[in-house]
């Protein structure tokens, strides 16, 4: 903190997060590695002020904390010299160090965030002051945050901002900020700064000197930060306030305007650019209202710990407050400035479009499996008429009904109810066709990027060749259907070594065309009278549309409309089947296994998706390296199935793919009713 008037003055910085509602984070991670950082600056860098061997020493130690491994941030080792401009080196040149970290993203627009690591030159011993309030707690917090945002992809650049010497003039920040270029102040988003987090009674957010124009207005422009960063404490359940203003006696104004602070090294950059202060005093505790006195906590002489080195320690810290207060506010204050990096970053926003177009993919191989469905009652017609011995030329109706239960990686279980009714032509024994309209409802459960109810009808054409002696058969579908859909999209962002940050649901309705055609030729060799077997060959194409739909409520953050999507998959499979027939108290049964490996032509996965944001508003794309990850993969089947008579035909089909990626598992019971 940089001394104001006095010795005994200095500015703080704070903001509190706790967790609630669906940002769930665990409450034991954050903050440990915050609180390590900070511990270590007291413990092992006292004495640390301007100049010194020890300051240059804990710049050494702060670039070593905010370099994270396997991170592709840069990180730099600024040096800087400059005249101290005041204090008992007033007038000497000075040299010290800004550490800098670089968390690069896509466009030219910057967040900058500081904390000062150097400690005062104030009171008598200030070569043991320990200053872990001001500022080892604002560097470990600076520190967590770079560990926190490593390796989460960005939209806006973050820099990172260990700041040197800021004690005495707040030269650090200024030397930095002397270094920006017009367009790279042209695009900064903001800068937030961490100053004493650990003394003062309440957590505040301020804005800066700019916050009001001449006329005394708000200026939104320069007060969003700080607004944001309010929003986010009122929905983690945190008392976040801002510096209410009260004028001291005497004076015609307050000291600093309602919402705004003052005195570190945000002070830097608020000529041209917004700020963001968090600081932990009392603005409420007069006798000027000023920030300056810190508590009224009685365990704490004068109300305030700043540059004294007897208070400003562990050993004085921990014994007025408590070792719990200091791991709180560690914990609070990088739970609610990590989610504030997060959403001025757009990281959020990356995050819900990857998982905009995860729900595209698994919506589209949801509905890919549902046409496939579909054509399991025309397979289903296939074996029937296999069992019948009657030739039944003309014109037939017949209605199928059938449940399905199944489970795969995309849902813990999900159960289909379908129908269909249909007409059919015999042209000659072996060769019938037939038109129909279906229906289903499929509910999945434990879906998190998906679909959780499907509701379809459609129409389906089939033909059929073959019949119960023949020995080339070929079963034909096409079907067309309508969806109606519910969907489900989950998105999570964690830290790298798994801190939740966001874990929002949204949930959603939209429409989609599915065309699709199946077509299985296959030819057996009659073993015995009951016995065939022989091998077949199956295609299958499916042309998925799904309409563009909004997906989250629009005071969400990761809230999208997601345009319209179009795929198309294509898979072959060759395979061998091995049936064998019999009676059952005088009722024909068939048991058929089908053996199948199936090569993916075309997976009908999209690798890229346009979506707007309803938090900015902006149109982007979203693009998928790699979305291809079952080119070939087996499929086992067995099924038994009964002509209980002339006019009834029941079901069991069991079916698994297995040496895949994305497991499938089902299970059908069905009957048909030929009339």
């Not at 810190?294 to 562990?314: A, C």
């Not at 199956?538 to 999208?560: E, H, Q, V």
């Amino acid at each position: 903190m940089a001394i104001k008037l006095s010795q005994l003055t200095l500015s703080v910085v704070t903001a509190l997060t706790a967790i609630s509602g669906t940002q769930a984070v665990a409450e034991s991670a954050y903050g440990a590695y915050g609180e390590e950082t900070a511990y270590t600056l007291a413990r092992d860098y006292a004495g640390r002020y301007t100049g010194s061997d020890m300051e240059s020493a804990a710049a050494d130690y702060m670039q070593e904390r905010m370099t994270i491994a396997g991170s592709p941030n840069t990180v730099e080792n600024r040096a800087f010299n400059f005249i101290a401009p005041r204090g008992i080196f007033k007038g000497e040149d000075m040299t010290s160090h800004n550490i800098v970290v670089t968390q690069k993203g896509t466009t030219d627009k910057t967040l900058y965030v500081g904390a000062h690591y150097d400690s005062a030159v104030a009171y008598q011993g200030y070569e043991n002051l320990q200053a872990l309030d001001d500022n080892a707690s604002g560097s470990g917090v600076l520190a967590e945050l770079t560990k926190n945002l490593s390796g989460i992809e960005v939209e806006n650049n973050v820099e990172f901002v260990a700041f040197g010497a800021e004690e005495g003039g707040l030269n650090g920040s200024k030397a930095f900020v002397s270094n920006l270029t017009d367009a790279q102040k042209a695009s900064a988003l903001g800068m937030i700064n961490l100053d004493s987090l650990i003394t003062g009674d309440n957590m505040y957010a301020n804005a800066g000197r700019n916050a009001y124009d001449a006329d005394g207005n708000p200026v939104a422009s320069n007060t969003s930060l700080r607004d944001n960063a309010l929003r986010i404490a009122k929905e983690l359940g945190i008392n976040l306030q801002i510096n209410p203003g009260i004028t001291a006696d005497g004076e015609p104004e307050p000291y600093r305007p309602e919402g705004v602070g003052c005195c570190s090294d945000q002070d830097s950059f608020d000529s041209v650019m917004q700020v963001a202060g968090f600081e932990a005093t009392n603005w409420s505790l007069g006798p000027d209202f000023d920030g300056y006195v810190q508590t009224d906590n009685e365990e704490i002489e004068g109300g305030y710990t700043w540059h004294d080195p007897i208070k400003d320690s562990e050993e004085y810290l921990v014994a007025a407050l408590g070792a719990d207060r200091i791991s709180q506010r560690m914990t609070n204050f990088s739970r609610i400035i990590t989610r504030l990096i997060v959403e001025q970053s757009n990281a959020d926003i990356i995050a819900s479009n990857k998982s905009a177009i995860n729900l595209q993919n698994t919506t589209a191989s949801q509905l890919e499996t549902s046409a496939t469905s579909s054509h399991a009652a025309i397979l289903q017609r296939a074996n029937s008429v296999a069992l019948n011995d009657a030739s039944n030329e003309g014109f037939k109706a017949w209605f199928d009904a059938s449940q399905t239960y199944a489970d795969a990686d995309v849902s813990d279980s999900s159960n289909t109810s379908q129908i269909g009714l249909f007409g059919e032509y015999t042209a000659n024994p072996a060769w019938r066709m037939g038109l129909g309209l279906q229906a289903a409802n499929q509910r999945n459960n434990g879906v998190e990027n998906g679909v959780k109810k499907d509701r379809s009808y459609g129409v389906e054409a089939y033909s059929l060749l073959g019949n119960k002696n023949s020995s080339w058969w070929n079963t034909t579908s096409v079907n067309y259907a309508k969806h109606d859909l519910d969907t489900t999209r989950d998105v999570k962002l964690d830290t790298n070594d798994g801190l939740n940050i966001i874990n929002n649901t949204h949930q959603a309705s939209t429409d989609a065309d599915v065309f699709g055609a199946y077509n299985e030729l296959g030819y057996n060799f009659s073993v015995e009278e009951k016995v065939k077997h022989g091998a077949f060959l199956g295609l299958n194409y499916t042309d998925i549309s799904i309409d563009g739909y909004t997906s989250g409520d629009t005071d969400s953050r990761t809230a999208l409309a997601i345009n319209d999507t179009d795929s198309d998959s294509f898979d072959a499979e060759v395979g061998y089947q091995v049936q064998y027939d019999f009676d059952f108290k005088g009722a024909p049964v068939k048991l058929q296994g089908k053996l199948a490996y199936v090569n993916v032509i075309e997976d009908g996965a999209i690798d890229s998706l346009t979506t707007t944001s309803l938090a900015d508003g902006q149109l982007r794309t979203v693009k998928l390296g790699q979305t291809d990850n079952d080119e070939n993969y087996g499929r086992f089947g067995l099924n038994l199935s009964s002509n209980v008579n002339s006019d009834v035909h029941v079901y069991l089909n069991g079916d698994t793919t297995f040496a895949r990626d994305n497991q499938e598992s089902a299970i059908q019971v069905g009957l048909q009713y030929q009339f």
